[in-house]
């Protein structure tokens, strides 16, 4: 399995491109850039695959991706594989949090870190959404918001 070194910003339509940071997230899984301000960007990373720390969570950078800070997920093994934006309020955001552990000898696919949340403002603050999923520990989860419907939220788990 191949892994990157961070996020890459490209300022001439894809000419050149320089790295921003985020250099030990190894797998991105999305890269949001608010609506109205793109010096606001969200990432959600899931970590390196074998190993414990690296960069792991949701960030955000307020200054166009020189700067970045975790605001959900862990130091250890707790990382986001999915994040959405809610197209009518940009401050809406979910974020699928998959806590997993892969060693040579072993594998766990999900515990009980592994949840959904909600943030009303840009990800400060976060809510562990509960409502009509399993109460056991859930594997990987990707996120859908229905573009007919902006307040159904579909989890794939």
Same mark, same amino acid.
């Given at each position: 399995?191949?892994?990157?070194?961070?996020? #890459?910003?490209?300022?001439?339509?894809?000419? &050149? +491109?320089?790295?921003?940071?985020? /250099? /030990? =997230?190894?797998?991105? =899984? /999305?890269?949001?850039?608010?609506?109205? !301000?793109?010096?606001?960007?969200?990432?959600? *990373?899931?970590? %390196?695959?074998? *190993?414990?720390?690296?960069?792991?969570?949701?960030?955000? =950078?307020?200054? $166009?991706?020189? =700067?970045? /800070?975790?605001?959900?997920?862990?130091?250890? +093994?707790?990382?986001? @594989?999915?994040?959405?934006?809610? %197209?009518?309020?940009?401050?809406?955001? #979910?974020?699928?949090? +998959?806590?997993?552990?892969?060693?040579?000898?072993?594998?766990?696919?999900?515990?009980? $870190? @592994?949840?959904?949340?909600?943030?009303?403002?840009?990800? *400060? &603050?976060?809510?562990?959404? @509960?409502?009509?999923? %399993? !109460?056991?520990?859930?594997?990987?989860?990707?996120?859908?918001?229905? %573009?007919?419907?902006?307040?159904?939220? #579909?989890?794939?788990?």
């Amino acid at each position: 399995m191949g892994y990157g070194d961070g996020i #890459y910003r490209s300022d001439d339509a894809g000419n &050149t +491109w320089t790295n921003m940071g985020l /250099k /030990k =997230s190894e797998h991105l =899984s /999305k890269i949001i850039v608010h609506p109205k !301000n793109s010096d606001i960007i969200w990432a959600a *990373s899931q970590g %390196p695959l074998w *190993s414990k720390g690296g960069e792991r969570g949701v960030y955000k =950078s307020v200054d $166009g991706g020189k =700067s970045w /800070k975790r605001m959900l997920g862990d130091d250890d +093994w707790t990382g986001a @594989t999915d994040l959405l934006i809610d %197209p009518r309020n940009p401050a809406r955001l #979910y974020a699928a949090i +998959w806590q997993r552990h892969r060693t040579v000898a072993s594998y766990m696919g999900g515990g009980p $870190g @592994t949840a959904i949340y909600r943030t009303e403002d840009g990800g *400060s &603050t976060w809510e562990k959404l @509960t409502k009509g999923l %399993p !109460n056991s520990n859930m594997g990987k989860i990707g996120l859908a918001i229905s %573009p007919q419907q902006l307040d159904v939220v #579909y989890a794939a788990i």
